[in-house]
């Protein structure tokens, strides 16, 4: 087999290597800068909501498709375990996201009247990213849950989301 360096009269010949080559390097990419910036955004937004209180994991539950086909009408619900008494309840749930324009989603105010700490609403996701639901109990705490949620059409984008 007869060999030729590369050359623009005789360029080099496209491998399976070297697409695989191609594609890990765009990927590492990808990866790199913009979303570490926008995890940090994430934290920065979930923290001025909580005033820098610490967040506990559980008694959150974020219920939302991890596999959307189409980012502008997204269905979510988040619920609380709470007893929903005068003395235990949910003050507030908040709903916050890595990647679109606006950090925050939602706010709801509860109280023990509204009887079930569960609220639904409706997003658009700008691609694919993180969600993080934060409730606010009575008793000063903040717990949350998040979900990671893959978009394969995406909404709502500004700029080079």
């Known amino acids: 087999m007869r060999r030729f360096s590369p050359s623009p009269m005789n360029p080099p010949a496209i491998t399976r290597r070297r697409v695989l080559q191609g594609a890990a390097a765009l990927g590492a990419w990808v990866q790199t800068a913009p979303a570490s910036a926008s995890s940090d955004e994430l934290a920065a937004a979930v923290a001025g909501y909580t005033g820098g209180a610490a ?3 559980g008694k959150v539950r974020l219920e939302i498709a991890e596999l959307v086909d189409n980012g502008n009408v997204v269905p979510l619900t988040v619920t ?3 007893a929903m008494t005068p003395a235990e309840h949910v003050r507030a749930i908040a709903i916050f ?3 679109n ?3 925050e989603v939602a706010k709801f105010t509860l109280g023990p009247r ?3 700490a569960s609220v639904s609403t409706r997003m658009r ?3 694919s990213q993180q969600l993080v639901a934060v409730a606010h109990l009575s008793d000063g705490s903040f717990w949350s849950h998040s ?3 893959i978009v394969t059409l995406a909404a709502c984008i500004e700029g080079d989301t």
Do not use: C, F, I
């Open 55 to 57: 967040v506990q994991r």
């Open 114 to 116: 509204a009887g079930k």
């Open 101 to 103: 324009p606006q950090r």
């Open 147 to 149: 979900v990671n949620v």
């Open 97 to 99: 996201n890595e990647k």
């Open 80 to 82: 609380v375990d709470s």
């Open 125 to 127: 996701l700008a691609t």
